[in-house]
Protein backbone atom coordinates (compact mmCIF):
# COMPACT_ATOMS: atom_id res chain seq x y z
CA UNK A 1 0.00 0.00 0.00
CA UNK A 2 2.87 2.74 0.57
CA UNK A 3 5.02 1.73 -1.83
CA UNK A 4 1.76 2.07 -4.74
CA UNK A 5 0.96 5.63 -2.71
CA UNK A 6 5.10 6.57 -3.16
CA UNK A 7 4.46 5.66 -7.09
CA UNK A 8 1.01 7.30 -7.76
CA UNK A 9 2.51 10.40 -5.92
CA UNK A 10 5.46 10.29 -7.92
CA UNK A 11 3.51 10.33 -11.09
CA UNK A 12 1.21 13.15 -9.93
CA UNK A 13 4.62 15.17 -9.47
CA UNK A 14 6.15 14.35 -13.05
CA UNK A 15 2.54 15.06 -14.50
CA UNK A 16 3.24 18.72 -12.67
CA UNK A 17 6.81 19.76 -13.28
CA UNK A 18 6.03 23.64 -12.63
CA UNK A 19 4.27 23.17 -8.97
CA UNK A 20 6.75 20.17 -8.58
CA UNK A 21 10.13 22.60 -9.30
CA UNK A 22 8.52 25.76 -7.20
CA UNK A 23 8.20 22.99 -4.30
CA UNK A 24 11.44 21.49 -4.23
CA UNK A 25 13.26 24.70 -4.54
CA UNK A 26 11.48 26.61 -1.78
CA UNK A 27 12.17 23.20 0.26
CA UNK A 28 15.61 22.79 -1.27
CA UNK A 29 16.50 26.59 0.29
CA UNK A 30 14.65 26.12 3.52
CA UNK A 31 16.36 22.36 4.45
CA UNK A 32 19.94 23.57 2.66
CA UNK A 33 20.22 26.85 5.38
CA UNK A 34 19.36 24.79 7.90
CA UNK A 35 21.31 21.83 7.66
CA UNK A 36 24.35 24.10 7.48
CA UNK A 37 23.39 25.93 10.81
CA UNK A 38 22.96 22.64 12.02
CA UNK A 39 26.52 20.91 10.67
CA UNK A 40 28.19 24.28 12.69
CA UNK A 41 26.29 23.17 15.80
CA UNK A 42 27.05 19.56 15.57
CA UNK A 43 30.86 20.37 15.21
CA UNK A 44 30.56 22.99 18.16
CA UNK A 45 28.56 21.50 20.79
CA UNK A 46 27.82 17.73 20.09
CA UNK A 47 30.35 16.33 17.83
CA UNK A 48 33.47 14.67 20.15
CA UNK A 49 36.77 16.05 20.54
CA UNK A 50 39.57 14.29 19.02
CA UNK A 51 40.77 12.89 21.96
CA UNK A 52 40.12 9.95 24.15
CA UNK A 53 37.19 9.89 26.15
CA UNK A 54 36.78 14.01 25.83
CA UNK A 55 34.30 14.54 28.50
CA UNK A 56 36.74 13.37 30.97
CA UNK A 57 38.79 16.10 30.13
CA UNK A 58 39.03 19.56 31.96
CA UNK A 59 41.05 22.38 31.36
CA UNK A 60 43.51 23.95 34.39
CA UNK A 61 44.26 27.65 34.86
CA UNK A 62 44.92 29.63 38.27
CA UNK A 63 42.78 32.77 39.05
CA UNK A 64 43.49 35.86 40.55
CA UNK A 65 42.02 37.41 43.51
CA UNK A 66 38.20 38.92 43.10
CA UNK A 67 36.57 35.96 41.32
CA UNK A 68 37.28 32.55 39.90
CA UNK A 69 36.40 33.22 36.33
CA UNK A 70 39.56 35.45 36.00
CA UNK A 71 42.30 33.21 34.77
CA UNK A 72 45.56 33.42 34.71
CA UNK A 73 48.52 30.96 33.45
CA UNK A 74 49.94 28.92 36.48
CA UNK A 75 53.69 28.59 37.64
CA UNK A 76 55.71 25.75 37.31
CA UNK A 77 55.85 24.95 41.39
CA UNK A 78 51.92 25.63 41.61
CA UNK A 79 51.52 22.53 39.38
CA UNK A 80 54.20 20.29 40.31
CA UNK A 81 52.13 20.80 43.64
CA UNK A 82 48.89 20.39 42.14
CA UNK A 83 49.95 17.02 40.64
CA UNK A 84 51.48 15.87 43.92
CA UNK A 85 48.49 16.20 45.95
CA UNK A 86 45.59 16.17 43.77
CA UNK A 87 43.78 12.51 43.53
CA UNK A 88 40.59 13.58 41.85
CA UNK A 89 42.60 12.95 38.08
CA UNK A 90 43.90 9.90 36.67
CA UNK A 91 46.70 11.60 34.65
CA UNK A 92 47.67 16.06 34.32
CA UNK A 93 50.08 17.63 32.01
CA UNK A 94 51.34 20.97 31.67
CA UNK A 95 51.79 22.86 28.34
CA UNK A 96 53.14 26.76 27.14
CA UNK A 97 52.19 27.86 23.83
CA UNK A 98 55.16 29.07 22.25
CA UNK A 99 56.93 30.90 18.83
CA UNK A 100 58.84 28.78 17.30
CA UNK A 101 60.96 29.13 13.80
CA UNK A 102 62.25 26.57 11.78
CA UNK A 103 65.50 28.48 11.06
CA UNK A 104 67.42 25.58 9.08
CA UNK A 105 67.13 25.74 5.02
CA UNK A 106 67.03 28.54 3.07
CA UNK A 107 63.78 30.36 3.69
CA UNK A 108 63.16 30.37 7.96
CA UNK A 109 59.57 29.36 8.57
CA UNK A 110 57.83 30.74 11.47
CA UNK A 111 55.27 27.94 13.02
CA UNK A 112 53.26 27.71 15.99
CA UNK A 113 54.72 25.45 19.04
CA UNK A 114 53.89 23.93 22.26
CA UNK A 115 56.42 23.14 25.27
CA UNK A 116 54.08 20.57 26.81
CA UNK A 117 55.29 18.02 29.87
CA UNK A 118 56.34 14.50 28.74
CA UNK A 119 52.59 13.51 30.05
CA UNK A 120 50.23 15.26 27.52
CA UNK A 121 49.60 12.76 25.23
CA UNK A 122 48.92 10.00 27.41
CA UNK A 123 46.50 12.29 29.10
CA UNK A 124 44.66 13.45 25.98
CA UNK A 125 45.33 9.54 25.15
CA UNK A 126 46.60 10.73 21.21
CA UNK A 127 50.00 8.53 20.25
CA UNK A 128 51.76 9.77 17.19
CA UNK A 129 51.40 8.56 13.52
CA UNK A 130 54.87 7.26 13.33
CA UNK A 131 57.59 7.25 16.08
CA UNK A 132 57.09 7.71 19.50
CA UNK A 133 56.46 10.62 22.01
CA UNK A 134 58.26 12.18 24.77
CA UNK A 135 59.61 9.78 27.57
CA UNK A 136 59.81 10.51 30.86
CA UNK A 137 64.03 11.25 30.75
CA UNK A 138 63.27 14.34 28.19
CA UNK A 139 60.68 15.79 30.69
CA UNK A 140 63.76 16.30 33.29
CA UNK A 141 66.26 19.59 33.37
CA UNK A 142 69.05 19.20 30.83
CA UNK A 143 67.32 16.18 29.13
CA UNK A 144 67.81 15.66 25.40
CA UNK A 145 66.83 17.86 23.02
CA UNK A 146 63.72 16.28 21.25
CA UNK A 147 60.68 17.52 19.44
CA UNK A 148 57.43 16.00 17.82
CA UNK A 149 56.20 17.66 14.70
CA UNK A 150 52.95 17.98 13.27
CA UNK A 151 51.34 15.91 9.78
CA UNK A 152 50.80 18.60 7.99
CA UNK A 153 54.05 20.27 8.68
CA UNK A 154 55.72 17.11 8.18
CA UNK A 155 53.89 16.86 5.08
CA UNK A 156 54.60 20.86 3.98
CA UNK A 157 58.07 21.49 4.88
CA UNK A 158 59.81 18.41 5.14
CA UNK A 159 58.23 16.32 1.69
CA UNK A 160 56.33 13.64 4.22
CA UNK A 161 60.33 11.75 4.22
CA UNK A 162 60.07 8.91 7.01
CA UNK A 163 63.70 9.23 6.96
CA UNK A 164 63.01 12.98 9.32
CA UNK A 165 62.64 10.56 12.27
CA UNK A 166 65.97 10.57 14.22
CA UNK A 167 67.67 13.29 12.38
CA UNK A 168 67.97 16.76 13.73
CA UNK A 169 65.93 19.76 12.41
CA UNK A 170 67.15 23.44 13.30
CA UNK A 171 64.70 25.31 15.70
CA UNK A 172 65.49 28.73 16.34
CA UNK A 173 69.10 28.47 15.39
CA UNK A 174 69.28 25.41 17.99
CA UNK A 175 69.37 21.28 16.76
CA UNK A 176 66.81 19.04 18.11
CA UNK A 177 65.80 15.53 16.86
CA UNK A 178 62.62 14.92 15.61
CA UNK A 179 61.05 11.82 17.10
CA UNK A 180 57.90 11.52 15.94
CA UNK A 181 54.93 12.72 13.47
CA UNK A 182 51.70 13.33 15.26
CA UNK A 183 48.42 11.98 13.37
CA UNK A 184 46.58 14.21 10.67
CA UNK A 185 45.10 17.56 11.75
CA UNK A 186 46.39 17.25 15.61
CA UNK A 187 47.36 20.31 16.59
CA UNK A 188 46.54 20.86 20.18
CA UNK A 189 46.28 23.15 21.98
CA UNK A 190 44.38 24.55 19.34
CA UNK A 191 47.00 25.89 16.54
CA UNK A 192 50.47 24.21 17.26
CA UNK A 193 52.28 22.69 14.64
CA UNK A 194 55.55 21.50 16.70
CA UNK A 195 56.27 19.99 20.52
CA UNK A 196 58.73 20.72 22.55
CA UNK A 197 59.40 18.99 26.30
CA UNK A 198 58.71 20.97 28.89
CA UNK A 199 61.34 20.77 30.97
CA UNK A 200 62.15 23.85 33.49
CA UNK A 201 64.03 23.51 36.68
CA UNK A 202 62.04 22.92 40.02
CA UNK A 203 64.21 24.66 41.95
CA UNK A 204 64.92 27.79 39.47
CA UNK A 205 61.15 27.81 38.32
CA UNK A 206 59.36 31.26 39.75
CA UNK A 207 56.32 30.68 41.94
CA UNK A 208 54.76 34.12 41.13
CA UNK A 209 54.59 34.03 37.81
CA UNK A 210 53.75 31.50 35.53
CA UNK A 211 53.31 30.47 31.62
CA UNK A 212 51.24 27.55 32.10
CA UNK A 213 48.20 26.03 31.76
CA UNK A 214 47.05 22.35 32.73
CA UNK A 215 44.99 19.54 31.11
CA UNK A 216 43.84 16.98 33.10
CA UNK A 217 41.47 13.63 32.95
CA UNK A 218 39.25 12.92 35.82
CA UNK A 219 39.41 9.65 37.69
CA UNK A 220 36.34 7.17 36.76
CA UNK A 221 33.67 8.42 38.75
CA UNK A 222 34.52 12.29 39.61
CA UNK A 223 32.98 14.96 38.68
CA UNK A 224 33.66 18.34 37.07
CA UNK A 225 32.55 19.76 40.71
CA UNK A 226 34.39 17.72 42.76
CA UNK A 227 37.64 18.02 41.27
CA UNK A 228 37.32 22.11 41.59
CA UNK A 229 36.44 21.63 45.11
CA UNK A 230 39.71 19.57 45.69
CA UNK A 231 41.86 21.66 43.44
CA UNK A 232 40.77 24.93 45.12
CA UNK A 233 41.33 23.42 48.85
CA UNK A 234 44.94 23.07 47.05
CA UNK A 235 45.14 26.25 46.08
CA UNK A 236 44.36 27.36 48.95
CA UNK A 237 46.85 25.84 51.22
CA UNK A 238 49.45 27.11 48.57
CA UNK A 239 48.67 30.26 49.16
CA UNK A 240 48.32 29.85 52.92
CA UNK A 241 52.27 28.40 52.58
CA UNK A 242 53.56 30.68 50.03
CA UNK A 243 51.63 34.00 51.27
CA UNK A 244 54.62 36.19 49.58
CA UNK A 245 53.89 34.89 46.00
CA UNK A 246 50.19 33.68 46.10
CA UNK A 247 48.10 35.74 48.02
CA UNK A 248 44.40 35.03 47.42
CA UNK A 249 45.35 32.69 44.30
CA UNK A 250 43.12 30.18 43.21
CA UNK A 251 42.35 27.40 40.58
CA UNK A 252 40.03 26.59 38.07
CA UNK A 253 38.99 23.74 36.44
CA UNK A 254 36.72 24.27 32.86
CA UNK A 255 35.69 20.96 30.91
CA UNK A 256 38.01 21.15 27.86
CA UNK A 257 34.75 21.51 25.30
CA UNK A 258 33.39 24.64 27.29
CA UNK A 259 36.95 25.86 27.19
CA UNK A 260 37.51 25.53 23.51
CA UNK A 261 34.19 26.82 22.50
CA UNK A 262 32.67 29.42 25.09
CA UNK A 263 29.55 31.38 24.15
CA UNK A 264 30.37 30.17 20.57
CA UNK A 265 27.36 27.39 21.05
CA UNK A 266 25.09 30.23 21.89
CA UNK A 267 25.63 31.91 19.15
CA UNK A 268 25.14 28.29 17.18
CA UNK A 269 21.83 28.16 18.65
CA UNK A 270 20.70 31.05 17.74
CA UNK A 271 21.58 30.49 14.26
CA UNK A 272 20.29 27.48 14.21
CA UNK A 273 17.17 28.61 15.86
CA UNK A 274 16.71 31.40 13.19
CA UNK A 275 17.44 29.28 9.89
CA UNK A 276 14.60 27.06 11.41
CA UNK A 277 11.89 30.26 11.86
CA UNK A 278 12.74 30.67 7.96
CA UNK A 279 12.03 27.40 7.64
CA UNK A 280 8.97 27.23 8.64
CA UNK A 281 8.08 30.05 7.05
CA UNK A 282 8.39 28.28 3.59
CA UNK A 283 6.15 25.53 5.31
CA UNK A 284 3.84 27.69 6.32
CA UNK A 285 4.12 29.24 2.36
CA UNK A 286 3.91 25.95 0.87
CA UNK A 287 0.67 24.97 2.83
CA UNK A 288 -0.96 27.66 1.29
CA UNK A 289 0.10 26.34 -2.04
CA UNK A 290 -0.98 23.18 -1.62
CA UNK A 291 -4.73 24.72 -0.53
CA UNK A 292 -4.60 26.71 -3.59
CA UNK A 293 -3.66 23.27 -5.54
CA UNK A 294 -6.38 21.47 -3.84
CA UNK A 295 -9.06 23.12 -5.48
CA UNK A 296 -7.95 21.80 -9.13
CA UNK A 297 -7.66 18.19 -7.32
CA UNK A 298 -10.98 18.50 -6.16
CA UNK A 299 -12.94 15.94 -8.98
CA UNK A 300 -9.95 13.68 -8.51
CA UNK A 301 -10.41 13.42 -4.91
CA UNK A 302 -14.27 13.37 -5.25
CA UNK A 303 -13.76 10.40 -7.85
CA UNK A 304 -11.89 8.49 -5.25
CA UNK A 305 -13.59 8.60 -2.50
CA UNK A 306 -17.04 7.62 -5.01
CA UNK A 307 -15.30 4.87 -5.29
CA UNK A 308 -14.61 3.81 -2.09
CA UNK A 309 -11.55 5.53 -0.57
CA UNK A 310 -11.69 6.09 3.02
CA UNK A 311 -11.05 9.53 4.40
CA UNK A 312 -8.06 8.19 5.74
CA UNK A 313 -6.32 6.80 2.76
CA UNK A 314 -7.03 10.06 1.24
CA UNK A 315 -5.24 11.83 3.86
CA UNK A 316 -2.57 9.45 3.54
CA UNK A 317 -2.30 9.99 -0.19
CA UNK A 318 -1.83 13.76 -0.23
CA UNK A 319 0.10 13.31 2.94
CA UNK A 320 2.91 10.43 1.48
CA UNK A 321 2.66 13.19 -1.94
CA UNK A 322 4.13 16.21 0.41
CA UNK A 323 6.28 13.36 2.17
CA UNK A 324 7.84 12.54 -1.35
CA UNK A 325 8.29 16.26 -2.00
CA UNK A 326 10.14 17.13 1.01
CA UNK A 327 12.70 13.91 0.88
CA UNK A 328 13.51 15.38 -3.09
CA UNK A 329 14.16 18.43 -1.94
CA UNK A 330 16.74 17.41 1.05
CA UNK A 331 18.69 16.06 -1.98
CA UNK A 332 19.33 19.13 -3.37
CA UNK A 333 19.39 20.88 0.07
CA UNK A 334 22.41 19.09 1.16
CA UNK A 335 24.12 19.94 -2.15
CA UNK A 336 23.60 23.65 -0.96
CA UNK A 337 24.58 23.12 2.35
CA UNK A 338 27.85 21.93 1.31
CA UNK A 339 28.19 25.10 -0.93
CA UNK A 340 27.13 26.83 1.68
CA UNK A 341 29.67 25.40 4.11
CA UNK A 342 32.63 25.96 2.39
CA UNK A 343 31.85 29.64 1.86
CA UNK A 344 30.58 29.91 5.98
CA UNK A 345 34.10 28.59 6.73
CA UNK A 346 36.16 30.35 3.53
CA UNK A 347 34.55 33.87 5.00
CA UNK A 348 35.73 33.44 8.81
CA UNK A 349 38.57 35.54 9.21
CA UNK A 350 40.31 33.73 11.68
CA UNK A 351 42.32 30.28 11.44
CA UNK A 352 39.61 27.70 12.68
CA UNK A 353 40.86 25.29 15.51
CA UNK A 354 41.88 21.91 14.47
CA UNK A 355 38.75 19.95 16.16
CA UNK A 356 36.41 22.31 14.32
CA UNK A 357 35.34 19.54 11.25
CA UNK A 358 31.76 21.16 9.85
CA UNK A 359 31.73 18.39 7.24
CA UNK A 360 28.06 16.44 6.66
CA UNK A 361 28.58 13.17 9.30
CA UNK A 362 25.61 10.72 10.17
CA UNK A 363 24.19 13.03 12.58
CA UNK A 364 23.84 16.07 10.42
CA UNK A 365 22.22 13.50 7.46
CA UNK A 366 19.85 12.16 9.67
CA UNK A 367 19.24 15.66 10.57
CA UNK A 368 18.45 16.59 7.45
CA UNK A 369 16.41 13.59 6.72
CA UNK A 370 14.16 14.45 10.04
CA UNK A 371 13.85 17.98 8.69
CA UNK A 372 12.62 16.85 5.63
CA UNK A 373 9.99 14.27 6.85
CA UNK A 374 8.82 17.22 9.46
CA UNK A 375 8.63 19.81 7.21
CA UNK A 376 6.77 17.75 4.70
CA UNK A 377 3.95 16.83 7.46
CA UNK A 378 4.31 20.71 8.25
CA UNK A 379 3.52 21.96 4.92
CA UNK A 380 1.20 18.86 4.02
CA UNK A 381 -1.24 18.00 6.82
CA UNK A 382 -3.29 21.24 7.17
CA UNK A 383 -4.12 20.91 3.24
CA UNK A 384 -4.62 17.14 3.14
CA UNK A 385 -7.05 17.01 6.22
CA UNK A 386 -9.40 20.13 4.83
CA UNK A 387 -9.22 18.48 0.80
CA UNK A 388 -10.32 15.20 2.12
CA UNK A 389 -13.15 16.69 4.15
CA UNK A 390 -15.70 17.40 0.90
CA UNK A 391 -19.40 16.38 0.13
CA UNK A 392 -19.51 14.30 -2.84
CA UNK A 393 -22.95 15.26 -4.39
CA UNK A 394 -21.38 19.14 -4.36
CA UNK A 395 -17.77 18.44 -5.25
CA UNK A 396 -18.49 16.19 -8.40
CA UNK A 397 -20.89 18.83 -9.91
CA UNK A 398 -19.44 20.96 -12.46
CA UNK A 399 -19.07 24.80 -11.71
CA UNK A 400 -18.14 26.60 -8.45
CA UNK A 401 -18.51 25.19 -5.29
CA UNK A 402 -19.59 27.85 -3.38
CA UNK A 403 -20.12 27.76 0.24
CA UNK A 404 -17.37 25.11 0.86
CA UNK A 405 -14.71 27.95 -0.44
CA UNK A 406 -15.44 29.63 3.08
CA UNK A 407 -13.32 26.91 5.43
CA UNK A 408 -10.41 27.59 2.23
CA UNK A 409 -10.64 30.19 2.67
CA UNK A 410 -10.03 30.84 6.83
CA UNK A 411 -7.21 28.59 6.58
CA UNK A 412 -5.60 30.04 3.78
CA UNK A 413 -5.94 33.10 5.89
CA UNK A 414 -4.73 31.73 8.83
CA UNK A 415 -1.71 30.10 7.11
CA UNK A 416 -0.73 33.58 5.87
CA UNK A 417 -1.00 35.51 8.95
CA UNK A 418 1.19 32.59 10.54
CA UNK A 419 3.62 33.29 7.70
CA UNK A 420 3.60 36.91 7.98
CA UNK A 421 4.35 36.90 11.43
CA UNK A 422 7.30 34.28 11.87
CA UNK A 423 8.83 36.61 9.16
CA UNK A 424 8.41 39.79 11.26
CA UNK A 425 9.93 37.90 13.74
CA UNK A 426 13.02 37.03 11.77
CA UNK A 427 13.60 40.41 10.22
CA UNK A 428 13.44 42.08 13.92
CA UNK A 429 16.14 39.49 14.80
CA UNK A 430 17.96 40.15 11.83
CA UNK A 431 17.96 43.66 12.39
CA UNK A 432 18.44 43.76 15.89
CA UNK A 433 21.97 41.90 14.96
CA UNK A 434 22.60 43.88 12.29
CA UNK A 435 22.25 46.81 14.32
CA UNK A 436 24.75 45.59 16.97
CA UNK A 437 27.17 44.58 14.62
CA UNK A 438 27.44 48.30 13.01
CA UNK A 439 27.53 49.17 16.18
CA UNK A 440 31.00 47.59 16.90
CA UNK A 441 32.09 48.92 12.99
CA UNK A 442 31.38 52.56 14.87
CA UNK A 443 33.06 52.12 18.11
CA UNK A 444 35.95 54.77 17.91
CA UNK A 445 39.16 52.87 18.55
CA UNK A 446 41.25 56.39 19.25
CA UNK A 447 43.79 56.09 15.82
CA UNK A 448 43.31 56.31 12.26
CA UNK A 449 43.90 53.01 11.13
CA UNK A 450 43.68 53.79 7.10
CA UNK A 451 47.04 53.36 5.39
CA UNK A 452 48.74 52.19 8.70
CA UNK A 453 50.47 49.04 8.69
CA UNK A 454 51.99 47.20 12.19
CA UNK A 455 54.87 44.62 12.36
CA UNK A 456 56.20 42.42 15.13
CA UNK A 457 59.60 41.68 15.39
CA UNK A 458 60.68 38.78 17.99
CA UNK A 459 64.34 37.67 18.73
CA UNK A 460 64.48 33.80 18.00
CA UNK A 461 65.63 33.04 21.40
CA UNK A 462 66.00 29.38 23.11
CA UNK A 463 62.97 27.64 22.31
CA UNK A 464 62.66 25.89 25.78
CA UNK A 465 62.76 29.72 27.58
CA UNK A 466 59.88 30.17 29.26
CA UNK A 467 61.22 33.68 31.08
CA UNK A 468 61.37 36.99 29.47
CA UNK A 469 64.94 37.21 30.51
CA UNK A 470 66.76 40.56 30.84
CA UNK A 471 69.25 39.50 28.09
CA UNK A 472 66.07 38.90 26.02
CA UNK A 473 64.37 42.19 26.51
CA UNK A 474 67.72 44.04 25.88
CA UNK A 475 68.46 41.96 22.81
CA UNK A 476 65.08 42.59 21.07
CA UNK A 477 65.34 46.66 22.32
CA UNK A 478 68.29 46.58 20.22
CA UNK A 479 67.26 44.91 16.97
CA UNK A 480 64.02 47.05 17.15
CA UNK A 481 65.89 50.16 17.13
CA UNK A 482 67.69 49.37 14.05
CA UNK A 483 64.57 48.21 12.21
CA UNK A 484 63.01 51.78 13.48
CA UNK A 485 65.81 53.68 12.30
CA UNK A 486 65.59 51.94 8.68
CA UNK A 487 61.87 52.31 8.49
CA UNK A 488 62.22 56.11 9.51
CA UNK A 489 64.10 56.54 6.42
CA UNK A 490 61.32 55.17 3.93
CA UNK A 491 60.09 57.82 2.04
CA UNK A 492 56.66 56.61 2.34
CA UNK A 493 56.76 55.51 5.90
CA UNK A 494 54.48 58.66 7.28
CA UNK A 495 55.89 57.84 10.54
CA UNK A 496 56.72 54.70 12.84
CA UNK A 497 55.00 54.12 15.82
CA UNK A 498 57.52 51.98 18.41
CA UNK A 499 56.60 49.28 20.95
CA UNK A 500 58.45 48.53 24.41
CA UNK A 501 59.02 44.82 23.03
CA UNK A 502 57.10 42.07 21.03
CA UNK A 503 57.47 40.21 25.24
CA UNK A 504 54.39 41.53 25.72
CA UNK A 505 53.65 44.30 28.49
CA UNK A 506 52.80 41.75 31.54
CA UNK A 507 55.98 39.77 30.65
CA UNK A 508 58.29 42.83 30.64
CA UNK A 509 57.22 44.39 33.98
CA UNK A 510 57.97 41.19 35.37
CA UNK A 511 61.22 40.90 33.89
CA UNK A 512 61.96 44.44 35.72
CA UNK A 513 59.92 44.58 38.89
CA UNK A 514 60.25 40.68 40.57
CA UNK A 515 56.69 39.96 41.69
CA UNK A 516 54.75 41.87 39.26
CA UNK A 517 51.41 40.15 38.33
CA UNK A 518 49.35 41.96 35.49
CA UNK A 519 46.20 41.29 37.07
CA UNK A 520 47.11 41.36 40.88
CA UNK A 521 47.24 44.17 43.03
CA UNK A 522 51.12 43.92 43.96
CA UNK A 523 51.86 46.96 41.80
CA UNK A 524 50.23 50.45 41.90
CA UNK A 525 47.86 51.15 38.83
CA UNK A 526 49.56 54.37 38.51
CA UNK A 527 53.17 52.64 38.53
CA UNK A 528 52.26 50.49 35.55
CA UNK A 529 50.31 53.23 33.19
CA UNK A 530 53.57 55.45 33.44
CA UNK A 531 55.65 52.22 32.76
CA UNK A 532 53.15 51.73 29.70
CA UNK A 533 53.56 55.17 28.72
CA UNK A 534 57.44 55.09 28.82
CA UNK A 535 57.45 52.01 26.64
CA UNK A 536 54.93 53.88 23.87
CA UNK A 537 56.54 57.51 24.09
CA UNK A 538 59.88 56.52 22.40
CA UNK A 539 58.29 56.08 19.07
CA UNK A 540 55.34 57.44 19.85
CA UNK A 541 55.48 61.17 19.00
CA UNK A 542 56.80 60.24 15.52
CA UNK A 543 53.93 58.72 13.95
CA UNK A 544 51.16 61.17 16.01
CA UNK A 545 50.35 63.00 13.10
CA UNK A 546 50.18 59.86 10.70
CA UNK A 547 47.97 58.30 13.28
CA UNK A 548 46.07 61.01 15.18
CA UNK A 549 46.19 58.58 18.27
CA UNK A 550 44.78 60.18 21.20
CA UNK A 551 47.67 59.06 23.90
CA UNK A 552 45.24 58.99 26.76
CA UNK A 553 42.17 57.03 24.75
CA UNK A 554 44.92 54.23 23.63
CA UNK A 555 46.53 54.13 27.42
CA UNK A 556 42.91 53.65 28.68
CA UNK A 557 41.97 50.93 26.18
CA UNK A 558 45.50 48.86 27.30
Known amino acids: MAIASVRSSLRFLRSHPGFSVVVLTTLAVGIGATTAMFSIFNAMVLRPLPYSQPERLVWLTATVPGGQETS????????????????????????SDQRLYLTGGEVPERISGALVSPELFTTLGVQPRFGRAFSSQEGQPGGPRVALIGYELWQRRFAAQ??????????????FVVIGVMPPRFRFPEYAEMWLPLAPDPATAPRDRGSLYGVARLRRGVGVGGAQRELSEIAKRLAQEYAATNPGRGALVVPLRRYYVGDTALAAV?????????????CANLASLLL?????RQREISVRAALGASRGRLVGQLLTESLVLAVLGAVPGLALAVAGLRVLVRSIPIVLPFWADFSLDGRVLTFALCVALLAGILFGLAPALHASHLDLNQALREGPVGPRRSPRRRLHQLLVVAEVAVAVAVLICAGLMFRGFLGLQS???????????????????SPLDLAVSAPRVELQRRRQ????????????AGGVLGTAAGVGLGGLLRSVLPGFSALGPLVPAGLATCFLAFAVLAGYFPARRALRIDLTQALRAE
Open 72 to 95: IPVSYPDFLDWRRQATVFSAMAAF
Open 162 to 175: RELLGRPVEINHES
Open 270 to 282: VFLAATGLVLLVA
Open 292 to 296: ARSVS
Open 443 to 461: VATGFRSAGVLSATAVPAS
Open 481 to 492: ARTLEALAHLPA
